[in-house]
């Protein structure tokens, strides 16, 4: 906190924060003559005499505001009544210390929770404006980093700035820290306990729920524009999930078979093959999961006309569940960073509730109609800074690709 001076509305000027300094007395030619000069500024309200102390000042200035509402961010929760408009500069706010960091912890806590889920560093830069030394506003502007080399350099910045206020502390302890700051930032989900093989799904709505996970992610199903056959890969991703929506359709429900399933299922593993060619890593497999899901759920939901047990589709639209959940973890963090399955809390929890919307849409009709997939995508929420996400991946896949081949492709 710094020192704060208040012109009080008996003409003293009240000083909180500077030991032994005492209450002054100035004329209105006094005050004139600061607001002159820069070294006041005038607010539409008086602070009043018996105000307790001591007091601390808060000041949100309106370019700060405009850039929170730019980047989607919380709004700052003031009381308006409290605060006090600085011309058209922004406002302030002067309590007790209490009070005022109250508000500013609210406001950091609420907008690190954003700033970690949209890997964002501007919503980071902006924390940093309030509470710099804080561990989430660090953690924030850590996750954020694109490098490992940029991430050193942080944690060997803010180890020196802990050296220079008199507290000896490793670059390891800090690492340690920063992932302790995020470790219960998504707290469990209640609907995370919802069993959905309890649930009154018909099989051919199965297939439509796991077919939805599958789209959910399927901008992440991305070969490079240079990759031969890309283009004719990704529209057999798409056929593969519109012959899927058929299957789901009762109408189109004995059109399906073992033969019809197989024929699938070796394109999948040669879109997947392509795929590992472009992103080799665990991921590119795990990436496709859903969609390989969606491809069992039709499988079982077709075994009543095949003499199957119909009960086992739920199995598959569970395993899609988590896959998705999956996708979304491995898509917003890539790397091995020890953070991602902090937020596996939330990516489970987004993807629950929209498989949950999706079977409470389902259970109540006879039959999947076009109007099932009309419907809002993500109805559990959408993960936040999702189309960067999907940019960043594509992107990585790009330059990761021209590396390997150059810029003519292969």
């Known amino acids: 906190m710094v020192p704060l001076a208040l012109g009080m509305s008996d003409q003293r000027v009240r000083v909180s924060g500077v030991p032994g300094m005492v209450d002054r007395i100035l004329d209105a030619s006094a005050y004139e003559e600061l607001l ?19 007091l601390v000042g808060a000041w949100i200035g309106a370019e700060f505001i405009d850039a929170v509402r730019s980047l989607e961010a919380p709004i700052p929760r003031f009381d308006e009544a409290r605060w006090m408009a600085v011309e058209e500069d922004g406002w302030v706010l002067v309590d007790t210390a209490p009070m005022v960091y109250a508000v500013l912890d609210s406001w950091l806590r609420e907008t690190f929770a954003q700033a970690i889920e949209r890997r964002s560093e501007e919503l980071a830069e902006l924390m940093m404006m309030v509470l710099p030394e804080r561990d989430e506003t660090r953690a924030a502007l850590w996750w954020a980093s694109e490098s490992d080399e940029s991430r050193r350099e942080e944690l060997e910045r803010w180890a020196r700035l802990e050296r220079d206020a008199g507290r000896q502390v490793s670059i390891e302890a800090l690492m340690t820290r920063i992932i302790a700051a995020s470790d219960d930032l998504w707290p469990s989900d209640e609907a995370l306990s919802v069993s959905l093989y309890d649930l009154p799904l018909p ?13 959910r992610l399927s901008p992440l199903f991305y070969w490079p524009v240079a990759f031969e056959g890309g283009e004719a890969h990704r529209a057999a991703v798409t056929e593969i999930l519109a012959g899927m929506r058929q299957v789901a359709d009762s109408q189109s429900f004995p059109l399906w078979s073992h033969e019809t399933h197989e024929t699938y299922q070796r394109r999948l593993s040669g879109l997947t093959h392509l795929l590992y060619q472009v992103e080799p890593s665990r991921k590119s497999w795990g990436l ?11 499988l079982f939901a077709c075994r009543p006309a095949l003499g199957g047990d119909a009960e086992h589709a739920r199995e598959p639209v569970d395993d899609a569940r988590w896959a998705l959940c999956a996708g979304i973890v491995l898509a917003t963090y890539p790397n091995d960073e020890p953070h991602k399955w902090s937020f596996w809390r939330r990516a489970a929890s987004i993807a629950t509730r929209s498989v949950l919307a999706d079977v409470d849409w389902l259970h109540t009709r006879e039959r999947v109609t076009p109007a099932f997939y009309e419907r809002d995508l993500w109805p559990g929420g959408r993960p936040l800074g999702w189309d960067l996400t999907i940019e960043r991946h594509q992107e990585r896949i790009e330059s990761r690709f021209r590396e390997k081949h150059g810029e003519e492709g292969g």
């Open 36 to 54: 002159l000069i820069g070294s006041a500024r005038s607010v539409e309200k008086s602070m009043p005499v018996d105000s307790a102390g001591p």
């Open 288 to 298: 496709l999961h859903p969609l390989r899901c969606a491809l069992e759920s039709a």
């Open 203 to 215: 099989p051919r709505a199965a297939v439509a729920v796991a077919v939805r996970c599958a789209e």
